[in-house]
C-alpha cells in the first residue's frame, strides 16, 4: 500500500523522535536507498513487532542528493535495544547494494513547539520544508526554537500547514519541520517530498510510493 500522508509529528506516545540524513548523491541512488530502507524496515518491523517503533517516514530532497528519515519511538531506550541487535546486518544489506552511501549521524529531538496557522486543517501536501540551527551553549537552540514559533505564529509562510520544532537531546540543535504547498516560503530551508513510511507494528506497513524519485534507524 502506497501513501502520501505525513507523519503525526506530535503525537503523544511518541518519546523521541530521530532525524538523520543519508547523501547518495543522485536522484538514481536517492530513489534505490529510499526504496531499500523502507524494504528494511518493514521486514524488521512485520518480523520482529517492536511494540515501542511507531513510524519510520523517508523524505527525499528535491535536488536528488538526500535522504532523510524520521523515525519516531517511544523511547530512546527501546530504540537502542532494538539497533544494536538488528543495525549492522540492515546497513550492510543496503551498502551491498547501494555502496557510498554517507552517514553524518543520527539526532535524537523532543518537541518543543506546535504551530497551527490559522485556517489549517489536515496536511494534503507530501513536501516539507526543513530548517536548522546549531548553537552553542546550548540555551541558543532553545531560544531559536521559541523564536521560530513565535515568528512562525505572527506571520505564517502562504500555504504552511500545521509545523514543529524541536531541540535536540542535548540541546545543542533546533529544527523546523513544516508541511508547505509553496517549498519556497520558509528562508533557509530545504525541501523535501515524502517517498513512503513504515508504520509500526500495530498500525501495519506502508511501502515507498511508486513515484519516489546519519545512521540507519
Not at 79 to 85: G, N, P, Q
Not at 161 to 180: I, K, N, W
Amino acid at each position: 500500500m502506497t501513501t502520501s500522508q505525513l507523519p503525526d509529528l506530535a503525537r503523544a506516545d511518541a518519546g523521541t523522535t530521530l532525524i538523520s540524513e543519508w547523501i547518495v548523491d543522485t536522484p538514481d541512488r536517492q530513489d534505490r536507498a529510499g526504496r531499500a530502507l523502507l524494504g528494511e524496515w518493514d521486514e524488521l518491523s512485520a518480523r520482529f513487532r517492536p511494540e515501542a517503533f511507531l513510524r519510520l517516514s523517508c523524505f527525499a530532497s528535491a535536488d536528488g542528493r538526500v535522504l532523510l528519515s524520521v523515525a519516531q519511538w517511544t523511547s530512546d531506550d527501546a530504540h537502542l535495544a532494538f539497533v544494536r541487535e538488528h543495525r549492522a546486518e540492515m546497513v550492510g544489506r543496503i551498502d551491498r547494494e547501494i555502496p557510498g552511501i554517507r552517514r553524518p549521524g543520527l539526532v535524537r529531538y523532543r518537541l518543543a513547539h506546535t504551530v497551527v496557522p490559522d485556517g489549517a486543517g489536515d496536511d494534503t501536501t507530501d513536501v516539507i520544508v526543513v530548517a536548522r540551527a546549531e548553537s552553542e551553549p546550548a540555551s541558543h537552540a532553545a531560544r531559536w526554537a521559541e523564536a521560530t514559533a513565535d515568528r512562525l505564529r505572527a506571520a505564517p509562510p502562504p500555504g504552511m500547514g500545521t509545523a514543529h520544532v524541536f531541540v535536540s537531546e542535548d540541546g545543542a540543535r533546533g529544527l523546523l519541520y513544516a508541511p508547505v504547498t509553496q517549498a519556497n516560503g520558509v528562508a533557509g530551508a530545504r525541501a523535501y517530498r515524502l517517498l513512503g513510511a513504515v508504520a509500526g507494528p500495530g498500525t501495519g506497513a506502508v511501502g515507498a510510493s511508486p513515484a519516489g524519485g546519519g545512521s540507519a534507524f
